[in-house]
């Protein structure tokens, strides 16, 4: 089970950190994603990470903005989220990568970037 | 970045067989080895009906199945049903030394 929290109403260049406490699984078995969901549109892959934290990898539209990092001890992915904008406005879903697919999936938490 | 294309609709009666396309539009899909599909209903999270191409996780009916040919993937829906009305999505992994996945533009699929 994934378990996203950290998403508000927030203005547009100030930074918020987005959670995801995993449980039900070795957490620290496998790689982790942050996919994003904008009102209305399709899903974008937003960051992940593998499960030792050697590998990250961030979408274009993210990069140099956007920080993923993962506590195994406490079975939490983070993405530290700075320098928002009007469209990082979405539903944020981690979930936890196996092989080349993501298998589990949160119930996602809402970020609002107001301008 | 490449981009997946997806037609943005796709109907059927109940009982029919529907087939979504998954077109690698500026690199082939053959180069990122696997493709996975997501079905999303109204308001729900994402949830993996096809990995590794054509593959099935436990609980995905056999109504499911998936294939691969050149730069296009494909999911089929046989017997079509009222709940599998939902957006479909194909998702790509773009990895090796990237780690970056991508996602296709999405399929609204209808039951008439």
Redesign the interface.
Known sequence: QLVESGGQLVQSGRSLRLSCAASGFNFDDYAMNWVRQTPGKGLEWVSGITWNSVARGYADSVKGRFIISRDNAKSTLYLQMNSLRVEDTAVYYCAKGLAEYMDVWGKGTTVTVSS | ?SALTQPASVSGSPGQSITISCTVTRREVGTY??V?W?L?HPG?????VL??DSKR?SGISNRFSGSKSGNTASLTISGLQPEDEA?Y?C???A?GD?????????TKVTVL
Do not use: R
Not at chain 2, 98 to 106: A, I
């Open positions: 970045q080895n696997f996975s997501y999303q729900k999270a994402p949830k993996l990995f590794e996780p957006d999505y998702c790509s992994y990895g990237n780690f970056l996945y991508v996602f296709g533009t999405g």
